[in-house]
């Protein structure tokens, strides 16, 4: 057995919704969906990817196209002697598969198996008859879930039976074997089998079905009946004769013949697309052939086999956008093969360098048959969008990648190394990380800012989750307050979790130009707020600036010479500790002797004790006022700096009391 790549062409063109979809692609190579396996059924999911059913080593797997196949699931279940599996893609993704299997009691029941909304469930014995039941077969009940037929063998004879869902009673159809069942919008039931070698059809609902004879030959030995509905509910049905290959349908009064002069045929599948137009495969001399109406076109069937001489139980289905989907056996295992043309990823990007945050425009530039697209943005951050515009903040460069996937999961990924360049910024505001209590209250979080130039005011936007954190009040820092603003509008909803406000130095006559100059880090606010108790320790959140909060919407920037400066942006992160013994002690860092206050006694107390062998601090992290995690001079000129220059802030805890949100060795406060 070879595989060397077919060239022929489906050389149909079906008309379909008043427009046209042409089946006229080379077929692709087929690719194995598995070795030592048989009982092959193929349908199209609701995303119009190929799923797949087949038994190895007795056992029941399933297999999804958009996976490339790969990893099948076995979901039968324990039982013995699994068989002919017959698969349906339910209307919202989910799968149901139906197969025979031996029982518990050692009747041949009929089994169930759906994947509604997530793994397979556990199989249900749908069936629950008395002997031996076999060849399942599925279609939609009009409620979305899935019925089933399956042929029983009762003391005399075969019968077909046919159950709406898997808990209602069985309805007895009529005497035949291997039973297809398809289903129409009209809540009505098709059903083909065959007995004493004649094909029968009947259609109607539950407790209501007249049967016919389809090929009413007197002479000739009919098998392997196969039938399919438009959404119309128009009946096709394509059947073995004798080794010819036929297809009847709606009034079943003419049929037609589609294998001459390709040998003797021993399988057939069917499939009809909502508009009515059947395509059908079959094995014939152990290749595999398709056919798609209409079926006068002068020209020969497409083998899609490539000629191995052992190809059969073929399956077919015409997909979305003109897709032909053909599974077949052969080989001792069962393949998958397609005509569409495969993804190949390309992608542009406008602007690529620029000064952050730089927002960049991403276009889409695949060819081939791609039904989904995975960006990388190389930042943490990725995007399912076609064309996506995506921010990046932070000053480097970064690798950006795109992967398109096609049908059948094949997939093509373009990577684009440093290609975006985001250029160092001087302009930033943050808010410091903390660590607190559930149901600690008066912590209060700085809100700090750099920027070169002097601001003649600010805005501030940022989000809460008003779940954990009581925001109750923005208090503007000594700096800021010492310039007497003349706005000062802060608004808080506790309700959404935002709070906007606006400041301005100066706004009315004279006008003095009032600018504050911040540099490299300058305090700007401090947030007052209580963590709500019911908070789990070990949570985390957040309380970050974001830009286009609030009605109407309000972002954070900088004010320069009557210009808004978007700063970068970054959140605090708020950790919850456990509130239970060993207990940890709050601290205000700078209280270095642990009187409650900050003052030129707290410098003095630190310079004794790391040069005068004097008293250690009972808190060593209330010493640490850089909070570096160690303790030396640079502390006891930090205390004198605050107090006595103004323009350095310690950080968190500092104003109120708290914990120390930077691991260290320093030890905790208890």
Known sequence: MSLRSSCVVLAAAVACGGGSIAYGAPMRPPIRLCAGCGGLDMVLDASGEPIVTFVSGGRVFFASGAQRFANPVEIGGNLEGQETPALLADPLMGVSVAYSAVSGTGDREILLVRNPSGPFEAPVNASRMAGEDRTPSLAHAPDGRPSFAWAHAAADAWYVYLATSADAQAVMVGRGQNPRLASDASGSYHLTYVRGGEVYYTRGKPFSFLERNVTRTTNRFETDARIDV????????????????????????????????????????????????????????????????????????????????????????????????????????????????????????????????????????????????????????????????????????????????????????????????????????????????????????????????PIQGFQLAVRFDPALVRLRE?????????????????????????????????????????????????????????????????????????????????????????????????????????????????????????????????????LNWLFANGPEPPCLDAADLDDGGRIDIGDAINCLEFLFVGDWYPPYPHFNAGLDPTPDDLGDCL
């Open 474 to 606: 923005m208090r503007l820092s000594v700096q800021v307050e010492a310039l007497a603003p003349e706005f000062f509008a802060p608004r808080i909803s506790g309700r959404d979790g935002i709070l906007t406000a606006g400041v301005i130095f100066d706004t009315s006559p004279p006008f003095d130009g009032r600018r504050l100059a911040i540099g490299e880090q300058q305090r700007l606010a401090g947030l007052l707020f209580d963590m709500i108790g019911q908070a789990e320790p070990g949570t985390v959140t957040w309380i970050r600036p974001e830009d286009d909060l609030g009605d109407p919407p309000i972002g954070n920037v900088f004010i320069v010479d009557g210009q808004g400066i978007h700063p970068d942006l970054s959140g605090g992160r708020v950790e919850i500790v456990p509130f239970w013994p060993p207990m940890l002690r709050p601290f205000r860092r700078g209280d270095v002797n642990g009187d409650g206050s900050f003052e030129i006694s707290d410098p003095i107390y630190l």
């Open 230 to 453: 438009s959404s119309a509910g128009v009946p096709y049905i394509a059947f073995i004769r004798e080794g010819e290959v036929w297809l009847t349908g709606e009034s079943f009064t003419t049929g037609q013949k589609l294998n001459d002069g390709l040998g003797w045929a021993d399988g057939v599948s069917l499939s009809v697309t909502p508009s009515a137009v059947p395509a059908l495969t079959f094995s014939a001399e152990g290749e595999v052939y398709a056919r798609v109406a209409p079926f006068s076109m002068p020209s020969d069937p497409t083998i899609v086999s490539d000629r191995w001489g052992d190809a059969s139980r073929p399956k077919l289905y015409l997909g979305r956008r003109g897709k032909t989907h053909v599974a077949f056996e052969a080989g001792g295992g069962c393949w998958y093969a397609n005509d569409a043309e495969p993804p190949r990823a390309a992608f542009e990007a406008t602007p690529v360098r620029g000064e952050g945050p730089l927002r960049v425009a991403f276009s889409q530039r695949a060819e081939g048959d791609v039904t989904r697209f995975v960006w990388d943005f190389g930042d943490g951050e990725k995007s399912t969008l076609p064309d996506p515009v995506h921010t990046f903040h932070r000053p480097g460069r970064y690798t950006v990648s795109l992967t398109v996937v096609g049908i059948a999961g094949e997939r093509d990924t373009l990577v684009e190394r440093d290609l975006i360049e985001v250029l160092g910024q001087e302009d930033f505001l943050w808010i410091e990380d903390i660590v607190a209590f559930a149901g600690e209250d008066d912590i209060e979080i700085s809100v700090y800012g750099a920027c070169p130039d």
